[in-house]
């Protein structure tokens, strides 16, 4: 089955930096790779996805890039705020019947003000 | 506004003691999930309906048991919470399975005493 690790399990950035986390998966099969942002005590909330067909997408100050070669995935964060400040989760999933989302352990970024 | 919505927020049960979980969807969306998500770890998903062909993940205790009566609502049913089972439940939905955005709740925490 897919495997998802993600780097690093901890980030801290001054404001203002950029932030980069990465993941890798296992499963060449998989063309579906969303990025959650967890804040504390609520459920994940969906920030950006992208899928095989495309190598790169940009929402403001998010994007998101995949090397489908390599079997990998980044998530950037350009100009990082203090509400950046969360736990980031990537995923992966093929598109085929039952399949699930398989989660990364999570980054938990730190934006110093 | 159209939403994932999980009752309630906070539950507090003795050990052995069955307690259900409950969620309800305003999105119409054919797939609903549960996950368990224990402190600093990536959501874990315990089952899910595709409409109302249940799903059970392999590794899902028999202590834990879904229901689906309509599109709009799920419950999760714990029958002898242990003290292991503590842990905020998730729930979320998606319009298919596959390669589709999965739209979470705020959650759900168990307390076991």
């Known amino acids: 089955g897919e495997n998802v690790e993600q780097h690093p399990s901890t980030l801290s950035v001054q404001e203002g930096d950029s932030a980069v986390i990465k993941c890798t998966y296992s499963?060449?099969?998989?063309?579906?790779f969303p990025w959650y942002k967890q804040e504390l005590g609520k459920g994940p909330q969906l920030i950006i996805d992208?899928?095989?067909?495309?190598g790169e997408k940009k929402d403001q100050r998010i994007a998101v890039t995949l090397n489908k070669t390599a079997k990998h995935f980044s998530l950037h964060i350009t100009e990082t705020q203090p509400e950046d400040s969360a736990v980031y989760f990537c995923?992966?999933?093929?598109?085929?019947?039952?399949?699930?989302?398989?989660f990364g352990k999570g980054t938990r970024l730190s934006v110093i003000a | 506004d159209a939403m994932v919505i999980q009752n309630p927020r906070y539950q507090v049960t003795q050990f052995g003691k069955p307690v259900t979980l409950s969620c309800s969807q305003t999105l119409n969306h054919n797939v609903m999930y549960w996950y368990q998500q224990k402190s600093s770890q990536a959501p874990k998903l315990l089952f899910h309906y595709y409409d109302k062909d249940f799903n059970n993940e392999a590794d899902t205790p028999d202590n834990f048991q879904s229901r689906r009566p309509n599109t709009s609502f799920c419950f999760l049913d714990i029958r002898s919470p242990g003290l292991g089972d503590a842990a905020m439940y998730l729930c979320?939905?998606?319009?298919?399975?596959?390669?589709?955005?999965?739209?979470f709740g705020p959650g759900t925490r168990l307390l076991v005493l």
């Open positions: 992208i899928r095989s067909n495309v």
């Open positions: 995923a992966a999933s093929r598109n085929s019947g039952n399949t699930p989302l398989v």
């Open positions: 979320a939905t998606s319009p298919r399975q596959g390669q589709e955005t999965q739209y």
């Open positions: 499963d060449s099969a998989s063309n579906y």
